[in-house]
């Protein structure tokens, strides 16, 4: 019998063990390779049980090194981490990622070239990105990719994602924060937030004049959706396939469409109706959807106008309430309580959305990621995530015949609350 760790240090370590055990074990269960940082290194695959190890898994690493590191050091963290996001800035803007090979390597002298950089301050960036195994400088001035760089070359969704949050528009408006709170101190909503403050309009205003910007928003916005395999979540958390032909769902707010397709090409008998501005539209419109047959269609609305379709089978906002303030949620709650009720009793409200765990009930690592989620709302649209609670009490608000279940107007968090979901 192995005695049991009598410190806090030998305790967590012993946890990291047994955690990284468990995927060891799933991972050669199901005859997968073990990833690395090599470019064609596998994935631990998404699964339920994966995700809950990881979670913990994160918990312990980060606390061991924060005993281990001491706050003195990561004192130091905080104050240099800004240069980090520098290096990531210049990569993004001037096509590091894209210039470097995917099976080879480039020299500092090429990369520089490409980009129209100096050389001096390409291989300073280079280097510091590869401390954190973003490239690696295989000789000296020659780098390659590794599996934490080939992302952003492979994927243009996600390197827009990167782009718009680490150099862009959210992160000139999250240097505002401070302007933008001392200017409204008490009050926040969609016009007095630090978007406003550094761009001199609400995001989707803001968007609707800037259409280069709106498309890779839209992509970047599909990027982050497959990256977290958000469409899983929504194909498994109702019962779309019961829906009889014929009856419509109404995607309000969705987009460009993107997760309305996918269900659509997952669910033979779903007929959905994607509402959205007209700017939106105009992207969902560049995609070939001939294989759906019509099942998809869009339409513009504003849905803090009366909801114009009265007779679908369900209506679903996905990650539309936690881009409005309290009281414009309340406005597009009760802008659609008429359609539910002419559509018949028990029409489903189906809300889509990040929630907010109570007070210990997730993992640090989860909630931090959530809770950063929450803080860029309040950045760029002067809004929020919620707990259940906040939810509820804003459907009571909007119409007291909303109930969290089977009443009237059914509520659905399709989005779990726990790290063990
Ligand atoms: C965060 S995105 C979510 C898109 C989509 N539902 C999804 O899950 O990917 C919010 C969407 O709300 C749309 N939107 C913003 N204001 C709107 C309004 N007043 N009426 C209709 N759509 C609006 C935006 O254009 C954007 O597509």
Redesign the pocket.
Known sequence: MVSPPSSKLAELALEVQQLTSKIITNLSANQIAEPDFSVDSNSIPETPENVRLRASLNDAVLDLLRLVNGPRNDVRDLICTLYDIVAWQVACEFGFFEVVPEDGVATINEIAAKAGLDEDRVGRMMRILATDRIFEEVKKDEFRHTSRSIVFKHDKQIRDAVHYHRVDEYFKAASETLASIKQSPSAFDASNCPFVTRHGAPL?QYYQTQPQLAARFASA?AGI?RMERQFEELRDSYAWSDIPRGRKVV?I???NG??AIALARKFPNLEITV???VE?LIQASKQDLSDLEGRVAFMQ????DPQPITSAYAYLL???TH?WSDQDCIRIFRALAPALEKSGKGTPLLINEIVLPALKTSSLYQERRLRQVDIMMMVALGARQRTEEQFRVLLEAADTRFKVSNALFRFMCLRPTKATN
């Open positions: 989707f916005m959706g995607d707010g969705g987009g993107h997760m509402q959205d501005s939106m609305h504003n849905f803090f996905r990650q539309v881009n």
